[in-house]
């Protein structure tokens, strides 16, 4: 099958970016997946998918690595960034050690991705960006013109929305500014087998 092209999948080791891996290489892209320990075992699954021997490539990148993100960006025409602290969240100070990896990283990911003119970015955002709000009226249907209240969040100590909707936030606000093509999407509950250490893609 003929290369498709580069894409990038950020946090390529995650549960979703597993299975996104595993598509891109079924689909004959080239595709690079950024960890931030290669060596980890527990990484080893993405190393056995089909086609990863010839077409996977590890890149170490945290998200507050620019210069990681920009050398694995480069080349790509899109980018899967799907890298983020997920729950359960244990945090003292959420201001400074959620924030700063929730919304520092997705902008680092955005500015690099403006920097190696990738075409169109795929952020994996979540319905927690959108259904933390008491305001909303009953059975009005929530759009994207609707996001968790960022102070309910933080009133309820729900840092998990609080970060998801500030990574929001950023995204959008990045793009209008820049005019990267942003996409993103806001999952609910993601149920899939788990492709890793005890589990294997099917
Ligand atoms: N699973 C769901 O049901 C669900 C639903 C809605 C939305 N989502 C969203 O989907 C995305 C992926 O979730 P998941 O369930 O696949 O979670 P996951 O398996 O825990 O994957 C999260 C990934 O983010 C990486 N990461 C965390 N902080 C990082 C940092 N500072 N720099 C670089 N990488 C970092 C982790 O890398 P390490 O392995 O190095 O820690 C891990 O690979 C997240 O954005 C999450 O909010 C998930």
Redesign the pocket.
């Known amino acids: 099958m003929a290369e498709k092209g580069r894409v990038c999948v950020?946090?390529?080791?995650?549960?979703?970016?597993s299975w996104v891996v595993k598509l891109l290489l079924s689909k004959g892209y080239i595709v690079h997946g950024?960890?931030?320990?290669p060596g980890?075992e527990?990484?080893a699954h993405l190393k056995k998918l089909e086609k990863a021997s010839d077409n996977l490539k590890f890149l170490k990148?945290?998200?507050?690595q620019y210069e990681a993100l920009c050398h694995a960006f480069e080349g790509c025409n899109g980018v899967f960034q799907?890298?983020?602290?997920?729950p359960p969240m244990t945090v003292v100070n959420p201001e400074v050690e959620l924030m700063e990896?929730v919304v520092k990283?997705p902008f680092n990911v955005l500015k690099a991705c403006a920097e190696a003119k990738v075409k169109r970015v795929v952020v994996?955002?979540?319905?927690?960006a959108v259904d933390m709000s008491p305001r909303w009226p009953e059975r009005k249907v929530k759009d994207e013109t609707f996001w968790s209240d960022k102070e309910c969040c933080r009133a309820t100590k729900n840092w998990?929305c609080l970060s998801?909707t500030e990574a929001e936030s950023v995204a959008f606000e990045y793009a209008k500014t820049s005019g990267l093509d942003v996409v993103t999407v806001?999952?609910?509950?993601?149920?899939e087998p788990i492709p890793a250490v005890h589990y294997k893609c099917k």
């Open positions: 950020a946090g390529a080791g995650g549960y979703i970016a950024t960890v931030r320990d980890d527990k990484n990148a945290d998200l507050l799907t890298a983020s602290p997920v990896p990283g994996v955002s979540s319905g927690a998990y998801k806001c999952p609910t509950l993601v149920l």
